[in-house]
């Protein structure tokens, strides 16, 4: 039994690509679904509209969605991302406790009194320390 000889290459050539085009066929139509529900300057009726002619009649729904909407999909993506990077900065900054990334003067002073307090420096380079926070 050769199988090798039953199915040529460029059959084998012919079935990946249509596996790849499926695959891709199904990552753009996900893709547009999160852009309906994404899409905050659709109502209600309108995303309801695009998703049954979405899922309703797909390779249409689709080449439709993608001429009358798809340069706002673009728009719309680098928004949700920048809006998910800001909100993962915002959690680090108010995880690491501080907004503007460096200690205030006074929790500045407060780690050079303590310091000072375990002898680790003198009172003279205590006094010159505090004025370059200072100033």
Do not use: C
């Amino acid at each position: 039994m050769n199988l090798a000889y039953d199915y040529p290459v460029l059959g084998a050539f012919w079935t990946a690509m249509w596996i790849f085009l499926w695959v891709l066929w199904i990552v753009l139509l996900f893709r547009i679904i999160g852009d309906i529900f994404r899409d905050d300057t659709l109502g209600g009726g309108a995303k309801t509209a695009w998703l049954i002619f979405v899922v309703l009649l797909p390779f249409l729904g689709v080449f439709v969605y993608v001429l009358a909407r798809g340069r706002g999909m673009g728009r719309r993506e680098t928004q949700h991302m920048a809006a998910r990077q800001q909100a993962f900065d915002d959690y680090i900054r108010e995880t690491a406790g501080t907004e503007t990334g460096s200690p205030s003067e006074a929790e500045q002073l407060a780690k050079l009194s303590e310091i000072r307090a375990r002898g680790d420096i003198t009172d003279d380079e205590f006094q010159r320390a505090k004025e370059r926070i200072l100033h």
